[in-house]
């Protein structure tokens, strides 16, 4: 198969259980429901319940995670689906370290210009926007905060691509 650089992955639904404490936690009033969340899991299911477990669905549940790229996970604070997106970073962290040996995410970080916590371990960049809602990137032209947060976001996955370890900000 083709062997990918890196991954983007925005708020990514990688786990479609049903035992999410954000799926609760937010069910109403962040713009994605858990209602609307639930449906999007069905059409992609097709009426199979049965694949939620297998990995293919749900890839955090996936045995072994070395074919996956290193990542740039984003995950939004307020979003029903958000724990699915931290398990994943969470499992691609534990994985074999690939080039985040020297990564520089603190200083990256510390000129997002936005509310964000991260780390830089195994296959991942995690990134949390612990004010923002699932979609943000979305909404970059008329919020401020979804603006620099998808651009952190962006500009690190550029770094990754480039082969590059973000040692210094631009």
Known sequence: ?????????????????DDLP????????FF????EARWFAEQYLTGREELIDDWRVSPVRAE??????????A?????????????WAARLAEAEPRTLDHFDLATWLGRA??????????????????????????????????????D??????GQLLAGHDAAAPR
């Open 1 to 17: 198969g083709i062997e990918l650089a890196a991954a983007l992955e925005l708020y990514p639904a990688t786990d479609f259980s």
């Open 22 to 29: 954000s799926l609760a936690r937010f069910a109403e009033g």
């Open 32 to 35: 994605l429901t858990a209602a």
């Open 64 to 73: 072994n995670v070395d074919g996956v790229p290193v990542s740039v996970v």
């Open 75 to 87: 995950t939004a604070g307020y979003d029903p689906i958000g724990d699915a997106g931290r398990r």
């Open 113 to 150: 210009g936005v509310e964000v916590v991260g780390y830089a371990a195994g296959r991942v960049v995690a990134l949390e926007f612990p004010t923002l809602i699932h979609g943000f990137a979305s909404m970059a032209g008329v919020v401020p905060a979804a603006l620099a947060a998808s």
């Open 152 to 157: 952190l976001a962006y500009d690190l996955f």
